[in-house]
């Protein structure tokens, strides 16, 4: 249903570009992060009707979420890279219109893709 690409490994202050194809519609899209032994958390999320976006304070003016419709595709670009920024980063995808950004309001997971930054 999801599939994520874009993980790597980079240093402190780069960039990367996550990327996530959805099978179908969405009503809302977000990225969420893992660090093991932590909850997942909601990183960035996006609204497919309006653009409305939604971003934790953590990345706020570092992370850009995006998305093509006409490509059922996300992004999520990430600028200025913290070591904090480790994570497993998992893209989901919400059908309903829903206002919060909690883990189990996503019903479909990609498998995640792996971010280290040193």
């Known amino acids: 249903q999801l599939v994520e690409s874009g993980g790597d490994s980079v240093q402190a202050g780069g960039s990367l570009r996550l990327v996530c194809t959805v099978n179908?519609?969405?009503?809302?899209m977000a990225w969420f992060r893992q660090v093991l032994g932590k909850e997942r958390e909601a990183v960035a999320g996006?609204?497919?009707?309006?653009?409305?976006?939604y971003y934790t304070d953590s990345v706020k003016d570092r992370f850009t979420i995006s998305r093509d419709n006409t490509k059922n595709t996300m992004y999520l670009q990430m600028n200025s890279l913290k070591p904090e920024d480790t994570a497993t980063y998992y893209c989901?995808?919400?059908?309903?219109?829903?206002?919060?950004?909690?883990?189990?309001?996503?019903?479909?997971w990609g498998q995640g893709t792996q971010v280290t930054v040193s």
């Open positions: 989901a995808v919400d059908g309903r219109p829903r206002i919060t950004w909690a883990e189990s309001d996503f019903p479909v």
């Open positions: 179908g519609y969405a009503y809302r």
């Open positions: 996006i609204y497919s009707r309006n653009d409305y976006t």
